[in-house]
Structure formats: structure tokens, C-alpha cells
């Protein structure tokens, strides 16, 4: 079947621009996962949705991120005004559930580059 | 907090060679661990884990053994393929309610396999 998907793969923007990611989740997960891929940082979390319910934002960097999920599908990543340190590839996973039993499967990434 | 610390890389290996890749964990209560591999242009995928203490995940023939009393999770391939040639990220999942599974990594290690 299908796996994660996301959108854009890449997207190059201005610095002080608005983007937004998308993450489209195999049918049926439950579970939404945002990381972020950059070479200071590693591969760190962002937020987790359950459903359409956001219990875990505690990897958000700044009140400039947010996301949000409908439907119980699909997930959008908004940064306002990016910032140069906001360049990095953006990972999106699914699973069945939240909870450390159920494997969580990883889109391709959006390579965020801000100039 | 939940940390993870990996062997720096790279790493460079002929075909055939014994590998292993160091990791060590600290983390409360009894975490699950991972092993994930991302191919060149490909997304991250899981190739091993393991749940419990003492506990051996493999895969691929990679191999790695839930070590408490060491907090280690050391990766082990007795011969590799140029195929292998991919980065490895060491990761954990705490057991508790609130973890939801989200997954914190170590910082990842390059492994280039030459013919």
C-alpha cells in the first residue's frame, strides 16, 4: 500500500516568508509524528498528534511553528516569518497508535532551505 | 531527560568486514530500542528493535542486543555489503503514558562500505 507522503519535497524561501508542509499518513494510522533533520540539531521531535489531538508539542522551537491535523489524515506544518536557522528536512512518520510498540513509518522529508 | 549517544563516524569499511557501531542510552524507567537506517535518497526506515532487557532485534544480518546493566544497544554486522552503505541512527522510546512514542535519536553515523 501506500507509505508517507509528503509536500513539497523541496521549498526554498525568503527569510521572514510563511510556509507550510504537508504530511500525508497511511490510511488507518492513528498516530501523526513531525521531526526535524538539521546538522546542528540531529534528528529531533516536534509534536505528535492522536486523531486530530495534539497531546505533545514540547519540540516546537518557537510560537512561530504550529500544525495541525484533519480528519484524522492529513498534517500541515506552518512556519511563520522562517528564519535561516529554520533550514533543515522536515520528517513526517506514522503509526497504528501512539506508544512505543507500534512502529512508526517516515515520509521522504521537505528540505527547507531559507535564504 | 531521554538522551542517546552514538559512535561518531564516519565510518569506512571494505566489504566483508566486521561491523559495529557503539551506542549507549540514558532514559527512566525500561525505553524500547531502535535501530533505523537511512539509504542514500531514501527515507528513514526501521531495520531492528528491541523492547526489553536482554532482548536481541536483527534484521538483514544487523544485530543488536538490549544491554541494561550497560545502557548500550550496540549495532553488529560480521560482514558487510557496499549495499550497506547507508546512515544508522540509535533511538529510544520511553515506556510511560505521556511518551506517546516519540522517538529520540542519537546523532547518526555514516557508513560507507568500499568493494
Known amino acids: 500500500g501506500a507509505g508517507v507522503s509528503q509536500s513539497p519535497s523541496n521549498k526554498v524561501t525568503e527569510k521572514g516568508k510563511d510556509v507550510e508542509l504537508r504530511c500525508d499518513p497511511i490510511?488507518?494510522?492513528?498516530?501523526l509524528y513531525w521531526y526535524r533533520q538539521s546538522l546542528g540539531q540531529g534528528l529531533e521531535f516536534l509534536i505528535y498528534f492522536q486523531g486530530n489531538s495534539a497531546p505533545d508539542k514540547s519540540g516546537l522551537p518557537s510560537d512561530r511553528f504550529s500544525a495541525e491535523r484533519t480528519g484524522g489524515s492529513v498534517s500541515t506544518l506552518t512556519i511563520q516569518r522562517t528564519q535561516q536557522e529554520d533550514s533543515a528536512v522536515y520528517l513526517c512518520?506514522?503509526?497504528?497508535?501512539?506508544?512505543?510498540?507500534?512502529?512508526?513509518?517516515f515520509g521522504p522529508g521537505t528540505r527547507l532551505t531559507v535564504t | 531527560g531521554n538522551s542517546v549517544t552514538q559512535m561518531e563516524g564516519p565510518v569506512t569499511l571494505s566489504e566483508e568486514a566486521f561491523l559495529t557501531i557503539n551506542c549507549t542510552y540514558t532514559?527512566?524507567?525500561?525505553?524500547?530500542l531502535f535501530w533505523y537506517v537511512q539509504y542514500p535518497g531514501e527515507g528513514l526506515q526501521l531495520l531492528l528493535k528491541?523492547?526489553?532487557?536482554?532482548d536481541k532485534g536483527s534484521n538483514k544480518g544487523f544485530e543488536a542486543t538490549y544491554r541494561k546493566e550497560t545502557t548500550s544497544f550496540h549495532l553488529e554486522k560480521g560482514s558487510v555489503q557496499v549495499s550497506d552503505s547507508a546512515v544508522y541512527f540509535c533511538?529510544?522510546?520511553?515506556?510511560?503514558?505521556?511518551?506517546?512514542?516519540?522517538?529520540?535519536f542519537g546523532q547518526g553515523t555514516i557508513l560507507t562500505v568500499h568493494p
Open positions: 490510511s488507518g494510522h492513528t498516530a
Open positions: 533511538a529510544l522510546t520511553n515506556a510511560g503514558g505521556t511518551s506517546y512514542g516519540k522517538l529520540t
Open positions: 532514559a527512566t524507567g525500561y525505553p524500547s
Open positions: 528491541a523492547t526489553k532487557a536482554d
Open positions: 512518520a506514522s503509526s497504528l497508535a501512539g506508544g512505543n510498540q507500534y512502529e512508526q513509518y
